[in-house]
T-cell receptor
Framework: DAGVTQSPTHLIKTRGQQVTLRCSPK?????VSWYQQALGQGPQFIFQ???????QRGNFPDRFSGHQFPNYSSELNVNALLLGDSALYLC???????????FGSGTRLTVV | GESVGLHLPTLSVQEGDNSIINCAYS??????FIWYKQESGKGPQFIID?????DKRQGQRVTVLLNKTVKHLSLQIAATQPGDSAVYFC?????????FGKGTKLSVKP
């Protein structure tokens, strides 16, 4: 049983560009959350998707947007990239009615 | 792989000793707490969780203690092994999403 899978694993972008990161949740999980982890810091909540809608959002600008598809997979889009957006982006999924979260290995985004 | 342990508090223990990692949480409304282990280049891995109606929960070699009065969590690892070397995060869940603490890097000396 595959866990949470994220793609790509590494990505280098230039300031001002746009990026799309992808996440497939663990089988049986219907809720997907995205986190940003800067080097040496704990993950910071970006937003959560459930039933193809954004259910909660953390303190991130609207340059950060997302989408959830009918198969529960999700995308994170970041527009107008800044150097400070360089981080590990983590996707976590959870099953219906359960608080537990399973994390993927993340996408390492470097903005130059 | 990249390191997630830069500038984090570090706990160094001898192999076979017990480890205690502490965490202060911020939100009195939190009713669910989780400890995660994160190895270099990987995502956080679930270790153990506890709900606010409990003050202690035990797993295999790990115990979590919760003190709601002072908003404090601790993770105890018995007979620490080299494979336990990683960064450990506590997380609280007040509103359906996770708020992570700063993390502690555990280094196990053989």
């Amino acid at each position: 049983d595959a866990g949470v899978t994220q793609s790509p694993t590494h990505l280098i972008k230039t300031r001002g560009q746009q990026v799309t990161l992808r996440c497939s949740p663990k089988s049986g999980h219907d809720t997907v959350s995205w986190y940003q982890q800067a080097l040496g810091q704990g993950p910071q909540f970006i937003f959560q998707y459930y039933e193809e809608e954004e259910r909660q959002r953390g303190n991130f600008p609207d340059r950060f947007s997302g989408h959830q598809f009918p198969n529960y997979s999700s995308e994170l889009n970041v527009n107008a990239l800044l150097l400070g957006d360089s981080a590990l982006y983590l996707c976590a999924s959870s099953p219906p009615g359960v608080d537990g979260y399973t994390f993927g290995s993340g996408t390492r985004l470097t903005v130059v | 792989g990249e390191s997630v342990g830069l500038h984090l508090p570090t706990l160094s223990v001898q192999e076979g000793d017990n480890s205690i990692i502490n965490c202060a949480y911020s939100n009195s409304a939190s009713d669910y707490f989780i400890w995660y282990k994160q190895e270099s280049g990987k995502g956080p891995q679930f270790i153990i969780d506890i709900r606010s109606n409990m003050d202690k929960r035990q797993g295999q070699r790990v115990t979590v203690l919760l003190n709601k009065t002072v908003k404090h969590l601790s993770l105890q690892i018995a007979a620490t092994q080299p494979g336990d070397s990683a960064v450990y995060f506590c997380a609280e869940n007040p509103w359906g999403n996770l708020i992570f603490g700063k993390g502690t890097k555990l280094s196990v000396k053989p």
